[in-house]
């Protein structure tokens, strides 16, 4: 029996065609796909510039909405026919997957299926980085760098949740009025402000307790700039280089750390794996989202055979919010 996927037939050809079909096994699940999430991760993958990890489908897609179609040996807890989102290490972008069942998630209260498929990713990256790992709490500055973006937007939401006060870049007035509705407090367009100089002008002098960067290399000298003492930043992307300078007198002075993290690399199980952020997320984001002050930020859905004009629109940055993929309906 063979399923349907996007095939990459070569850098930037993508194909929507059959392939064998997945199965459960055991401690997995199997999902018939409602809606895949679309991430840049799928760009570099499908452009040749990001293999999947060891043991992970060579499919695009990292994360989905669906009903469940089948369960594997050792797996408790989940039933056929339940709704659920995932959070995957590839195969996304495809009729059915198979996933783990510890990355498995209920659809939050008040979530359509189809939206849902735009939280995996952002809730892990989110969570897992500014809090599990940065440390962020209540009243702390949090600094999002693309700030109109799924994780951006993500952020912001959850963020203005905890209690914190949020500073964000964008490119744009119309992305800086959506972070702005969003909660956000401090807006900079990074293509006529310094984002230093206004974090420190919006904190007396003191900066920014946690920085969410996407840029890398090209804002790392001004980010440690911008952390107030005791702060952190963590690096989730490379969009401005791999490779920059690091001034240690500076993170001396302000006992500061810079962290670099991924997400899809990480084990299933353990203390920083997957699974362990799966928890961490449904316990702790899915009772925002229940509660309204958390929601899916949707820019554009478009149905799976149009794929290519999905990642089009994720390039050039002219969505707010995430893109989706329709599998079926």
Not at 4 to 32: F, Y
Not at 118 to 140: I, R, Y
Not at 296 to 319: D, Y
């Amino acid at each position: 029996m063979d399923m349907r996927a996007i095939v990459v037939e070569k850098p930037g050809d993508l194909r929507w065609q059959e392939v064998p079909d997945v199965v459960a096994r055991a401690g997995e699940v199997v999902i018939d796909v409602v809606t895949a999430g679309v991430n840049r991760a799928d760009l570099l993958q499908a452009a040749g510039k990001y293999p999947p990890p060891p043991g992970a489908s060579e499919i695009l897609g990292l994360e989905v909405s669906g009903r469940i179609s089948a369960v594997g040996e050792g797996v408790d807890g989940w039933s056929v026919g339940q709704p659920v989102c995932a959070l995957l290490a590839g195969g996304g972008y495809a009729e059915r997957v198979a996933v783990p069942a510890a990355q498995v998630m209920p659809i939050p209260d008040g979530v359509d299926l189809h939206a849902a498929a735009a939280l995996p990713e952002v809730a892990c990256t989110v969570w897992s980085n500014v809090v599990m790992t940065a440390g962020l709490t209540p009243h702390h500055f949090l600094l999002v760098h693309g700030g109109a973006s799924g994780i951006g937007t993500h952020a912001i939401q959850v963020a203005r949740a905890m209690g914190c006060r949020i500073a964000v870049t964008a490119g744009s007035e119309k992305k800086l009025d959506a972070c702005r509705e969003l909660g956000a407090d401090v807006l900079i367009d990074y293509r006529e402000q310094d984002f230093v100089e206004r974090v420190r002008d919006a904190s007396d002098g003191a900066g920014v307790d946690v920085i969410l960067d996407i840029m890398g290399a090209s804002y790392l000298d001004r980010n440690v700039d911008a952390l107030a003492p005791d702060g952190r930043l963590v690096v989730i992307g490379f969009q401005g280089g791999v490779t920059g300078e690091l001034n240690i007198g500076k993170l001396l002075g302000k006992r500061a750390g810079v962290i670099a993290t991924a997400l899809r690399s990480r084990p299933v199980d353990g203390p920083s794996g997957k699974g362990a952020i799966i928890s961490e997320v449904v316990g702790n984001v899915w009772p925002m989202i229940a509660a309204g002050s958390v929601r899916p930020i949707v820019g554009a859905e478009l149905p799976i055979t149009e794929v290519e004009e999905a990642h089009r629109r994720l390039e050039s940055s002219e969505v707010t919010g995430k893109v989706l993929l329709r599998v079926s309906d």
